[in-house]
């Protein structure tokens, strides 16, 4: 098999029998520089012709067909990979007969193959915030479901999510949000919805686990892990009320220590 990049992000790569690593670090054999991929992003095994793809990194999208992957998954010719944003088609190897010269058709064909991964490149990226997900990457593309079954296209295994929780649709502005009867419920920057417009910047929040929308390329901003977060919530009053307990604590010092020296001198 072969991996064909139609943006030229890389050449052409003949896959050999083993394991070719893919990622942004200089022991990859595929190195691919750009944002969104990781420095060992997921490698591909190739056994007798067939061949499979297991991620390396689970913090990064890798999307097979339209749908993020996130355990090792079949891989043959025909079938197209998303490295984060950049696309590349899987194609059988080619035959060492001789070949006519390539035709209108076939041309034509090669087009529509790059118009396809070019349409796949996902606009829009959901980055977990808290729980199981957090610093995760979840692509955006088309329609997925979002739940706890196997089935989804984002699966998040969470007892508070439902099996199909909601469905999530690429517009040209942001992400049409469906609320699908879940238990807990689906809320956008706090509000609950039954249907809702997400845009970049936006919280999507699944009863406790919680979500932000970016678009590939954009910086991450940085969020409180969330053992701090579990710490600063716990706090009553939060910094003020630490303040607080800090003065009191000090008067109850200084007052033993007065107390102790009139002790000392008699006087009490």
Request: hydrophobic share 40%; glycine share 12%; proline share 6%.
């Amino acid at each position: 098999m072969k991996l064909i990049f139609p943006n030229g992000e890389h050449a052409a790569v003949d896959l050999a029998d083993g394991i070719t690593l893919i990622g942004s670090g200089s022991n990859c054999q595929v190195v691919l520089i750009a944002p969104g991929v990781a420095v060992n992003h997921c490698e591909i095994e190739l056994h007798d012709g067939k061949g499979k793809v297991r991620i390396r990194d689970q913090s990064v999208a890798t999307v097979l067909n339209g749908r993020q992957i996130t355990q090792e998954s079949p891989l043959k010719a025909g079938d197209l990979l998303l490295f984060g944003r950049i696309g590349c088609r899987v194609v059988a190897p080619e035959r060492s007969v001789a070949a006519p010269s390539p035709s209108p058709a076939v041309v034509a064909d090669d087009e529509d193959g790059r118009t396809r991964v070019r349409m796949a490149l996902p606009k829009f990226m959901l980055r977990g915030v808290s729980g199981t997900t957090f610093g995760r990457n979840f692509a955006l593309v088309g329609t997925m479901t979002i739940g706890r079954q196997s089935d989804c296209g984002i699966p998040i295994q969470a007892e508070e999510i439902s099996r199909h929780h909601a469905r999530l649709q690429v517009t040209a502005d942001g992400i049409m949000v469906e609320d699908l009867g879940s238990a807990n419920g689906t809320w956008i920057n706090d509000k609950r919805v039954h249907t809702g417009m997400l845009m970049p910047g936006d919280e999507l929040r699944l009863d406790t686990v919680r979500f932000l929308l970016l678009t590939p390329g954009t910086p991450v901003p940085s969020t409180p892990a969330p053992v701090v977060e579990e710490i600063t919530k716990s706090a009553p009053g939060g910094g003020s009320g630490s303040a607080i307990g800090w003065i009191i604590g000090g008067i109850v010092v200084v007052g033993v220590l007065v107390v102790g020296i009139l002790m000392y001198l008699g006087k009490i």
